[in-house]
């Protein structure tokens, strides 16, 4: 094998990791969202030990292609499409990390349950959760259109999140302070993995273009 067929095979496998890295992502934010209205103790200390597992396949995709530029020297398109694997699975571990922080913040709660809130919670999340699905999606097929039209969920996801906070401090009292505070933590939460839902999007269409758009 050719110089130029190990770097594709190489190059195949670090986008296979990055594509298998998101899925499980994804999987951890709908199931720490899940977990807010289960409130299942046992369920969510397994899924904040998992999250060592996304954070080595982040570790595994930079040094993998830290080696691919180091041994190929790839310039031009080839250089670009692995600055931006590094870039995305950064932004993927940081959904990792903030679907802990949900985690976390459920488990500081008390056990009654703030219907409204929590459904407005759910609400955010599936835009969010549609988001980053069509990110990875948008990943794998290096669909540019598909990837700029994240950016118009994620003003869906801000209005939802405007009006949650407006809500919910609305009808605080001292007596559910502190439930209010989690529940304030974990809306910002789920505004934040949008938010990074658009990066993905946006080292998307750079990866395809060669161009830097904002998005948001």
């Known amino acids: 094998m050719g110089v130029r067929g190990s770097y594709e095979q190489e190059l195949s496998q670090l986008k296979q990791d990055l594509f298998s890295m998101g899925e499980q992502v994804i999987e951890a934010f709908s199931t ?34 830290t080696m691919m530029i180091a041994r190929q020297q790839p310039v031009a398109t080839d250089l670009r499409t692995t600055i931006v694997a590094l870039k995305i699975s950064s932004d993927l571990e940081r959904v990792g990390d903030l679907a802990v922080d949900i985690l976390k913040a459920a488990k500081r709660m008390e056990e009654k349950k703030n219907e409204d809130e929590i459904n407005a919670i759910l609400e955010m999340a599936e835009v969010a959760q549609t988001m980053l699905k069509e990110a990875v999606i948008a990943y794998q097929e290096r669909d540019m259109m598909r990837a700029q039209k994240i950016a118009t969920l994620d003003d869906t996801v801000d209005k939802k999140y405007r009006l949650y906070i407006q809500s919910l401090f609305t009808l ?16 910002r939460y789920v505004e934040r993995i949008a938010d990074y839902a658009t990066n993905l999007a946006e080292w998307i269409v750079y990866e395809t273009s060669g161009k830097h758009f904002d998005l948001n």
Do not use: P, V
């Open 32 to 65: 720490s969202i899940e977990l807010i209205k289960t409130q299942d103790r046992l369920k969510m200390e397994q899924l904040i030990a998992d999250d060592a597992k996304i954070n080595q396949i982040e570790l595994k995709i930079h040094d993998d292609a």
């Open 172 to 187: 605080t009292d001292e007596t559910n302070a502190e439930q209010t505070t989690q529940l304030a933590f974990i809306g």
